[in-house]
């Protein structure tokens, strides 16, 4: 056989297969400006010189150098979840040169704001009025204004408000930039020590009721990791439904307050985090992010069918050019698989072809 045809082989039967499906919501700052914020002494044309030294394309991805051609935006904005280290260069850069900023709250916004020396007009962009400020947004566009969106922490638009106003101002016309920064859901899951490929990012459970229960049944079913938040009040609650639902030996991590002075995670079996999360008399201080490990049973059985089907494609190639003993031979020094797993499969497939 040859050698193309066996380093094909040998990959596909050993190859991983996963989808990343992640969102991305982040926590607020639940009491105002953490005691680590500060102002920031940022040097944006040293970080352009350090990215043209990295190869990247400055004269495209920098703001200012494409002020004309970007003139008027809408710029999605992610600001610090707790950490004023955090806010990027080319975000505080952003904030500086727009004309004014929608914000989900223009109280919490004018302290990021005063923190940073930045002094601009504020518009309230909240989920209660996001169909009235999309228009005010649109308004101040067609003015020939650019206009920087930010939620309360992290990134609007996703589990927070501005999905709303994001898809106005694009189909008006508008061009829509993504300022990214940090992010809750990829601290969480990057500590966690639980996702190596594939997760799904559910957001926040329903307050109460069945529902509550259900939804969060239906997420535990699924055999990828499965990342969620929790509001400090009902993080006891969480913790009580999750035991009740037998979920005492899934992997799990538990972090509350990232990125903050008294940033903390639990890790482990989930009996052990529900016994420190009930223990840490802050617990209701400071939203939570959980990563809970998937269903062990469907990923077991999700390997399984996955590996029965590449066996299937491979000895059907190979049983058309080889005797079957020849064929399921390369099979088993290919991928270690029992002798008598693939000879048995071989046969089944060998009488199909004829």
Not at 190 to 202: E, H, I, W, Y
Not at 259 to 276: I, W
Not at 308 to 329: C, F, H, R
Request: aromatic fraction near 6%; include cysteine.
């Amino acid at each position: 056989m040859g050698g193309a045809l066996w380093v094909v082989l040998a990959f596909s039967l050993g190859a991983s297969h996963g989808i990343l499906a992640f969102g991305d919501r982040d926590l607020r700052v639940a009491h105002g400006m953490p005691d680590n914020s500060g102002t920031l002494d940022l040097d944006l044309s040293a970080m352009q010189n350090a990215g043209e030294g990295n190869g990247m394309n400055n004269a495209v991805n920098s703001d200012a150098r494409s002020e004309t051609r970007r003139e008027p935006s809408l710029y999605v904005v992610a600001t610090p979840i707790g950490n004023m280290g955090d806010l990027s260069l080319r975000a505080r850069a952003v904030l500086e040169q727009v004309d004014r900023i929608a914000a989900e709250d223009t109280r919490n916004t004018a302290r990021m704001l005063d923190a940073l020396g930045i002094k601009k007009p504020l518009m309230a962009h909240h989920a209660h009025n996001e169909r009235e400020s999309a228009q005010g947004v649109l308004a101040c566009l067609q003015r020939g204004e650019s206009v920087a969106l930010v939620s309360d922490a992290g990134t609007p638009a996703v589990s927070d408000p501005g999905a709303v106003v994001v898809r106005c101002v694009a189909e008006a016309g508008f061009i829509v930039v993504p300022v990214p920064g940090a992010s809750s859901v990829l601290a969480v899951v990057a500590a966690s020590g639980l996702v190596d490929g594939a997760f799904t990012f559910r957001g926040f459970l329903p307050a109460k009721g069945k529902n509550r229960l259900e939804e969060l049944k239906n997420w535990l079913a699924c055999p990828e990791p499965q990342v969620l938040f929790e509001a400090p009040h009902r993080v006891i609650q969480l913790v009580d439904d999750l035991e009740s639902l037998g979920m005492g030996g899934r992997d799990m991590c538990a972090g509350r307050e990232l990125t903050k002075q008294f940033e903390t995670f639990y890790r482990g079996s989930g009996e052990r985090v529900f016994e420190q999360v009930r223990q840490d008399k802050n617990a209701e201080r400071g939203e939570w992010a959980w990563v809970i490990g998937g269903n062990p049973v469907l990923n077991s059985e999700a390997e399984s069918a996955q590996t029965n089907a590449d066996l299937d494609t491979w000895l059907t190639l190979l049983l058309a050019e080889l005797p079957l003993k020849t064929a399921v031979a390369v099979v088993v020094k290919a991928t270690g698989m029992a002798k008598n797993t693939v000879y048995n499969r071989a046969l089944v497939l060998k009488n199909d072809q004829e």
